[in-house]
């Protein structure tokens, strides 16, 4: 499974893309909103400096409108992904899109016919939003493990990206019914580093070793 991170913050991306671990980047627009400053130099930023997908949301919500956005977004850069929401709008901007060649990220997946639409429209990755899901009260990880059986049992290579993780224990569930992509918060990414004992051992080793130089 590919580690992207779900963040328009260029400052994380660039910190994480040092540890060897990031695959792609997705954003939205509260994201966007969030990191301020001009979006398109953010992608392009971001863009620079992971080689795998970037996507950026479209904003309209009609088709042609998500269809001009969405070229223009593509235009950025080769690895720029356009997401757009799964609507009867987004599915024809989809469409449109797949068959110009633009990639596109099929996003608000909350259930698997969604997926399934947004595959047969020709989207390259859809977005379970896993999250959202635990939220209500619903088992968000049984989406994406629903949603990757359906696409292995009827051969569709659209790439399942799990998205609106949460904690560490969503990205381990993700792997384990074979999510293609998870994609998280530098946060969630931080603490899949961390363990206590880590930690402790690691104080152990150098204290013994600091102790046994002393002794020389
Ligand atoms: C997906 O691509 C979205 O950007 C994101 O994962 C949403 O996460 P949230 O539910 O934590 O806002």
């Known amino acids: 499974m590919r580690l992207f991170l779900d963040t328009a913050d260029v400052s994380e991306v ?9 695959d792609g980047v997705t954003t939205n627009p509260t994201l966007m909103a ?8 953010i992608l392009r930023e971001l863009a620079s400096l992971v080689a795998g997908p970037i996507s950026a949301e479209v ?29 009867p709008a987004g599915l024809e901007a989809t469409h449109r899109l797949a068959r110009e060649g ?16 947004a595959a047969r429209a020709g989207a390259a990755f859809v977005s379970p939003f896993v999250g959202r899901l635990d939220d209500i ?28 993780i949460r904690h560490p224990q969503h990205v381990i569930e993700a792997a384990r019914v074979g999510a293609d992509i998870a994609t998280m918060p530098f946060k969630v990414l931080k603490q899949l580093v961390q363990h206590p004992l880590t930690d402790a051992g690691l104080e152990r080793f150098l204290k013994d070793w600091q102790a046994a130089r002393g002794r020389v």
């Open 14 to 22: 660039r910190e994480a893309v040092a540890w060897g671990v990031v």
């Open 137 to 164: 009260g619903e088992d968000g990880i049984s989406l994406v493990a629903d949603v990757v059986e359906i696409f292995r049992a009827q051969g569709i290579t659209t790439q399942v990206l799990a998205a609106s």
């Open 102 to 117: 633009i990639k596109v990220n099929v996003t608000l997946v909350f259930q698997p016919g969604q997926a399934l639409l």
């Open 59 to 87: 904003i309209a919500t009609d088709a042609d409108g998500m269809v001009e956005e969405g070229r223009r977004l593509a235009a950025i850069a080769d690895n720029i992904v356009v997401k757009v929401p799964i609507t």
């Open 34 to 41: 969030r990191a301020g400053g001009d979006p398109e130099a």
